[in-house]
């Protein structure tokens, strides 16, 4: 995989990680009851497990097209 495509994808993770710890802090810190905070807290992080997941099918995706699609020079 080339560098950039590489350092794409750890920005992205980066991303996906700023974003469930900024989501869990954000609901740990709101003034709320234990138990509703428990469960906001729990359902934040399954909605961001869903779009980490979703957004890690789409990288897959991507690199299984750049790394099986022809290269136009080897065509003849």
Known sequence: ?????SSTGW?????A??????????VLFAPAPGEET????????????EKSKEKGKELVDKAREKLFEPDAEEEV
Do not use: P, Y
């Not at 990680?17 to 954000?26: M, N, T």
């Open 11 to 15: 920005a992205l993770a980066g991303f």
């Open 38 to 49: 428990r469960a906001r807290l729990k359902e934040s992080l399954e909605e961001a497990w």
């Open 1 to 5: 995989m080339s560098e950039r495509g």
């Open 17 to 26: 990680i700023g974003v469930l710890v900024g989501a869990a802090l954000g």
